[in-house]
C-alpha cells in the first residue's frame, strides 16, 4: 500500500514525547538572537554611560598620576590588575544578561530539554560529502532566502526610524563634543528600537516556519503508527494504563445510564443494581452494577434521578455476581424481580392518581 509510506499522519504523543527525549524541538535563533539583542539594549542604554564613565575617570587617574608611578614588575602587576577588576567588573553584568536572554530565548519556545544526543558526534557532520550536500540542499536556499529577508526588513526599518532625523546627521558634522552625545545617543536609541521591533517580526515569522517544518518532519505513516502500536501493546505498563481508561470511560457511560433506569436493588451500601423495563420487553436489563464506593455513586445518581430504591440485600449480591452491563437478568431470578418492578410501578401508579386528582 502507498500510503503505508507516506508520512501523511499527525504524530503520536510517542513520537513527540521520543523527539522531546532526543533533544529534537521545533527551534528559531532568530529568537534567540532577539531576545539576546533585547538584553543589550537594555545594557547599553540602562548602564553603559556609568560603567563608561567610572572606567574614563579611571583611566584619567591613571594618566594623571602616571609620572608618579614606579616603573617596576610589582607596580605594573597592581596596575594590571586594577585595570583586570575594572574591565571584569564592566563585561560581568552584560555577560549574565546576555546568558539569562538567551537561555530566556530557548524556555518561550520549548519545555526544558536535557540530552546529549545533539553533541554527540556523527559521521554525517565531518562529512565532506555531507557537507557538499547541505551546502546546496534546499535548506541552505532558504536560510540564504531568510537572510536576505532579515536584512531588507531590518534596514527598512532603521531608515524608516532615521529618515526624520536626517537633519541632525548633516548638523552633526560641524557640532561640537558637548552637543554630539545627546545626538549620538536618540540616534543609537532609534537605530536599537527600530531593529529590535524588524526583528521581533522576523522571529515571530521565523518560529512560525520552523514549527511547521518541524511538525512536518515528525508525521509518521500509517506502517508506523501501526507498528508503534503494536509495539506499546506489548509493554505491560501501556496495557495496564489502557485498561484503566477502558474501566473509566466505561464507568461513565455506566453512570450516564442510570437515569433511564426502572429501579435500583441495593444491600443496601455493598452491592448496587440498577435495572430497566419497560412493557415489550422480554426482560429487566441491568443498565448499572458496582460493590463499596461505586455502589454508593451509583445510588448517589439514582437518588438525584428520583430513580426509586429497594433494599433486598440477597437478590443484590446474586444480581451482581449472575448479570452483566446491558444484558437480561437470568431466568432464575424473574419472579423476585418481577415482584419489586411491579411494586415500583404499583406507586407509581397511585403517586400518579393522587397528583391527577
Known amino acids: 500500500n502507498d500510503d503505508d509510506g507516506e508520512r501523511t499522519e499527525e504524530p503520536s504523543t510517542k513520537k513527540l514525547e521520543d523527539a522531546l527525549k532526543r533533544g529534537d524541538v521545533a527551534k528559531s535563533q532568530e529568537v534567540t538572537t532577539w531576545f539576546m539583542l533585547a538584553g543589550a539594549t537594555l545594557v547599553l ?11 574614563a575617570r579611571m583611566l584619567g587617574r591613571i594618566f594623571e598620576h602616571a609620572h608618579q608611578m614606579p616603573v617596576n614588575g610589582a607596580s605594573l602587576i597592581a596596575l594590571t590588575d586594577q585595570l583586570g577588576t575594572a574591565l571584569g567588573a564592566a563585561i560581568a553584568l552584560p555577560a549574565l544578561v546576555m546568558m539569562v536572554a538567551a537561555i530566556a530565548g530557548n524556555l518561550v519556545q520549548h519545555q526544558p530539554v536535557l540530552s546529549l544526543d545533539p553533541m554527540t558526534p556523527k559521521l554525517s557532520k565531518i562529512s565532506p560529502i555531507a557537507g557538499f550536500k547541505r551546502l546546496f540542499s534546499t535548506t541552505s536556499l532558504v ?22 532625523e536626517v537633519g541632525r546627521l548633516f548638523d552633526l558634522q560641524t557640532a561640537g563634543p558637548e552637543s554630539l552625545m545627546p545626538v549620538a545617543r536618540l540616534l543609537s536609541l ?5 531593529s529590535i521591533a524588524a526583528l521581533a517580526i522576523v522571529a515571530a515569522l521565523d518560529y512560525a516556519y520552523q514549527r511547521h517544518k518541524w511538525f512536518e518532519k515528525q508525521r ?4 508506523e503508527l501501526r507498528d508503534e ?6 509493554d505491560p ?6 485498561r484503566q481508561i477502558r474501566i ?7 453512570m450516564a445510564q442510570i437515569p433511564n433506569a426502572t429501579v435500583l436493588i441495593t444491600n443496601p451500601t455493598h452491592y448496587a443494581i440498577a435495572l430497566k423495563y419497560e412493557p415489550g420487553m422480554a426482560a429487566p436489563v441491568c443498565l448499572a452494577k458496582g460493590t463499596d464506593l461505586v455502589a454508593l455513586r451509583i445510588r448517589k445518581v439514582a437518588e438525584e434521578s428520583h430513580i426509586p ?4 440485600p440477597p437478590l443484590a449480591r446474586a444480581l451482581h455476581a449472575t448479570v452483566e452491563i446491558d444484558d437480561e437478568i437470568p431466568v432464575e431470578h424473574y419472579r423476585a424481580v418481577a415482584e419489586i418492578i411491579g411494586f415500583v410501578m404499583r406507586q407509581r401508579s397511585m403517586v400518579g392518581q393522587a397528583v391527577g386528582s
Do not use: C, H
Open 45 to 55: 542604554f540602562t548602564f553603559a554611560s556609568q560603567t563608561m564613565g567610572d572606567m
Open 143 to 164: 536560510n540564504f532566502a531568510k537572510g536576505l529577508a532579515k536584512l531588507a526588513i531590518v534596514g527598512t526599518a532603521i531608515l524608516i526610524a532615521l529618515w526624520p
Open 190 to 194: 532609534r537605530v536599537f528600537g527600530a
Open 220 to 223: 509518521m505513516s500509517v506502517k
Open 229 to 234: 502500536y503494536k509495539q506499546m501493546e506489548g
Open 237 to 242: 505498563a501501556v496495557r495496564a494504563k489502557l
Open 248 to 254: 473509566e470511560r466505561g464507568r461513565k457511560r455506566m
Open 309 to 312: 430504591v429497594v433494599e433486598n
